[in-house]
């Protein structure tokens, strides 16, 4: 390599510029490009929140317990045998 000829690795203009840049590119073609991402990333993140949120709501709603009676009657029993037994704890403490 001859001495006067710039070469890749001895330019400092070729390793400033940055990868995807076209400088060929017009400015406005640049700046059309950058708001075409924008709105590509911001969509994709509203279908994701929205996922996320349908997601959210399915799960709550799907994963709720049934009502079950027997659970309800047990609880029923549970409530009048705390009733019966504070009954009888104030005929001890009359007496």
């Given at each position: 390599m001859?001495?006067?000829?710039?070469?890749?690795?001895?330019t400092p203009a070729a390793n400033s510029v940055p990868a995807?840049?076209?400088?060929?590119?017009?400015?406005?073609?640049?700046?059309?490009?950058?708001?075409?991402?924008?709105?590509?990333?911001?969509?994709?993140?509203?279908?994701?929140s929205s996922a996320g949120v349908a997601y959210a709501i399915v799960r709550a709603t799907l994963l709720r317990a049934p009502t079950d009676p027997t659970t309800e009657r047990i609880?029923?029993?549970?409530?009048?045998?705390?009733?019966?037994?504070?009954q009888l704890d104030e005929k001890r403490t009359d007496s």
């Open positions: 001859a001495e006067g000829f710039p070469t890749e690795t001895n995807g840049l076209d400088l060929a590119q017009p400015a406005s073609e640049r700046r059309r490009k950058n708001v075409f991402i924008g709105r590509a990333g911001l969509f994709v993140a509203l279908v994701l609880q029923q029993l549970i409530d009048e045998a705390n009733r019966l037994l504070a």
